[in-house]
């Protein structure tokens, strides 16, 4: 079917006003080949099915939408507590100077932007491949762009159980910078690695992480977004699972005009454990997005998916979680909640959870609500003269809880607490 | 302490009157009883007090200490001294028992002017208070009343009272879903908190939890009035008689 003129006219002006960056001859054929996937596929239209409750607008024009600075001073470091190996990109860009040596047990870290200009590399065989076969059966032309045209990001290939974790710190800059990040993880078998990502990568940014994760691997994801209220932001993390293997994810999303982030997981080895969870607190012009597909593609794999949204003042939230369970994946767990706390009328929350299942076998369960806060709660709690707005804080936080639930770790899961509480006090002024 | 004059209140969806004039006073370190039988308006006069929405006012005060409690927000009834200890109390998922109590105990104490308890002086106190009642540690960690039998709800709504230190309490069906042994232990919570000039009223159907908290005052409430008051024998009366004698008689 040819594409439409308004979309190969958009994909097109998107095309010319980025200069793919210098590769050598593996990463050349990947982004050369990215960029005629995109062609053909053209860029997302707010008509399209997949982008039925986001406007893609600001994500593909080819002037970025410029974001004020916020400032994040008055709160502590970002997983501070935390002994970690930090890697710093400001406005999309590694910076050296703020970043620990990227050396690591375990684990070697390479920058795309030097390895992609090399020859031959081990990311040759991973690099855009994730990315390519994410795009069926839903086309996701925002990582194919990133593919072509990603400036930098990180190369990491993990062969034991990494000593600490990776923080990878975005700081943005410039009020006008626009820039796409493409990270690669490679987990050999029986690898472990935890990966913290925080703070916004630019004005504008397009980010996607490609991982692999092999038989008996674990790879743990923590990603705060937030409290930079102007970025917009078009996230994708595609993930492919081995037998035994474990990927949990979870992502704080707080304040954000237009945040979408997708996740595309295939299982694809016997006994694989997929979990993805996410907490957003919105407010006023605030628009945030989890669009989640998860494949079955073996037996007695287990996938959960909990994300949790609180809204007010006009704010969108908004949800499509597919669970798709391939012919043979027999004695699948799938598990899918999303839920909305609205604490007003003018809020609204938009989900679409679906399941398709193909094998006769599995267990599949999923549930989506949208409610105001519980009125009985609320006196309850100022009937021990506990304020009104600190009562609301409290629910919200109840609320939000179960998803921060998933995070494993203990410290890091008291840090995100911590974190929401000191937004709602700050809020609470 | 407490004095209710003339009290006239409407449920605001249905405009329906319930309360037709209530009058009362507790007085400092008293323990008043109000019996009467279903839709007579004891748990409405209750909730009134605490400042629940879905009331209207349309006549009448309510002060605590001279102070007008109907112009207050629940929080600042609350902060002022008045406690209800909730007929249901209600579930919070999602809010630790202790968080609960030392956000509510710090509140209250924030509003009064006073400085926050610490971490460790709350944690004393509320092991101190909560061994009387017989609530172990795993219950103040669990989520606010989440899981709690019955028993444990209300020995619940005892300790954050203890903790609270309120002026005046008011106890709405307290003893609903308690078995003998459970409302024991209830109203010995209770009556260690008696005294010090601390005013109670004691809302229930039945006279048997006052042979645990024996009141100075009872009242009969009928048709949203206080019919009739005397002293802990008017209690033992309607045991024997019910509500139909003494509502002929008024009448």
């Not at chain 1, 190996?85 to 684990?107: C, P, R, W, Y």
């Not at chain 1, 076998?361 to 006196?379: N, Q, R």
């Not at chain 2, 003998?180 to 004691?202: E, I, T, Y």
């Amino acid at each position: 079917m040819a594409l439409p003129d308004v979309k190969q006219n958009a994909t097109q002006a998107r095309l010319a006003a980025m200069e793919m960056p210098q590769s050598g001859v593996w990463a050349k054929a990947a982004r050369e080949d990215a960029v005629s996937r995109l062609i053909s596929m053209g860029l997302p239209h707010r008509r399209d099915e997949y982008w039925k409750f986001t406007r893609p607008d600001t994500l593909v024009q080819p002037e970025g939408p410029q974001a004020a600075l916020y400032d994040t001073s008055d709160e502590p470091e970002m997983f501070g507590a935390v002994d970690r190996l930090k890697i710093v990109f400001v406005d999309g860009v590694f910076d050296a100077e703020q970043s620990d040596d990227l050396a690591l047990e375990g684990v070697t870290i390479d920058r795309l932007s030097e390895a992609g200009r090399a020859d031959i590399h081990w990311a040759k065989d991973l690099y855009g491949l994730l990315e390519q076969r994410g795009q069926t059966p839903v086309a996701r032309p925002l990582a194919t762009l990133n593919t072509a045209m990603a400036g930098d990001g990180l190369l990491i290939h993990v062969t034991g159980k990494a000593p600490k974790p990776l923080h990878l710190i975005y700081q943005h800059r410039a009020t006008t910078s626009d820039a796409m990040l493409h990270h690669v993880i490679k987990l050999e078998k029986d690898a472990e690695l935890t990966l913290l990502e925080s703070g916004p990568v630019a004005a504008r940014f397009n980010t996607v992480l490609e991982t692999e994760i092999a038989d008996g691997a674990t790879l743990h994801h923590v990603r705060k977004q937030g409290r930079h209220h102007e970025c917009h932001v078009a996230t994708h993390v595609f993930a492919r699972l081995g037998e035994e293997s474990s990927f949990k994810s979870f992502t704080l999303t707080a304040n954000g005009v237009m945040t979408r982030n997708e996740m595309v997981i295939e299982l694809t080895g016997d006994d694989a454990i997929a979990h993805v969870a996410g907490a957003a607190m919105g407010d006023g012009d605030f628009h945030q997005d989890d669009t989640v597909f998860i494949t079955h593609d073996a037996e007695r794999c287990e996938s959960r998916q909990v994300f949790k949204k609180v809204l007010r003042n006009g704010a969108t939230g908004v949800f499509q979680g597919k669970i798709l369970v391939e012919p043979g994946a027999q004695k699948t767990d799938g598990y899918q909640i999303s839920q909305a706390l609205l604490l007003d009328g003018d809020s609204q929350f938009l989900a679409k959870p679906e399941l398709e299942i193909y094998a006769d076998d599995v267990a599949c369960s999923h549930g989506s609500t949208s409610g105001a806060i519980d009125e009985d709660a609320l006196f309850y709690l100022r009937a021990r003269g506990v304020p009104h707005g600190l009562a609301t804080d409290l629910l919200t936080i109840a609320f939000l809880a179960e998803a921060v639930d998933e995070v494993e770790d203990e410290i890091l899961r008291a840090d995100i607490l911590d974190r929401l509480e000191g937004w709602l006090a700050r809020r609470r002024g | 302490m407490l004095e209710i004059k003339n009290l006239h209140v409407d449920l605001e969806e249905e405009d329906k009157a319930i309360l037709k004039g209530v009058d009362l006073c507790v007085e400092a370190g008293k323990v008043h009883a109000i019996m009467g039988p279903n839709g007579s308006g004891k748990s409405t006069l209750s909730y009134v007090l605490s400042g629940k929405d879905g009331y209207e006012v349309t006549a009448g005060t309510a002060t605590l200490d001279g102070v007008d409690l109907l112009e207050m927000e629940p929080e600042e009834r609350a902060a002022a001294g008045l406690f209800l200890a909730f007929q249901y109390p209600v579930e919070i998922p999602g809010v630790g028992n202790m968080t609960f109590l030392r956000t509510a105990v710090n509140a209250q104490r924030k509003a009064r002017g006073q400085e926050e308890m610490s971490a460790t002086d709350f944690l004393k106190l509320i092991r101190e208070k909560a061994k009387d009642l017989k609530i172990d540690a795993d219950m103040l960690k669990r989520p606010v009343n989440v899981g709690f039998s019955g028993g444990e709800k209300k020995r619940n709504e005892i300790l954050q009272m203890a903790m609270l230190e309120p002026k005046m309490c008011i106890l709405d069906e307290t003893d609903s879903g308690l078995d003998v042994d459970a409302m024991k232990l209830v109203a010995d919570g209770v009556n260690a908190l008696r005294g010090q000039g601390r005013g109670f009223l004691v809302i229930t159907h039945y006279q048997r939890l006052l042979d645990h908290i024996v009141p100075d005052v009872v009242h009969i409430m009928s048709d949203g009035r206080i019919i009739k008051s005397g002293g802990p024998e008017l209690a033992l009366e309607v045991e024997q008689n019910g509500y139909a004698d003494i509502i002929a008689e008024v009448a």
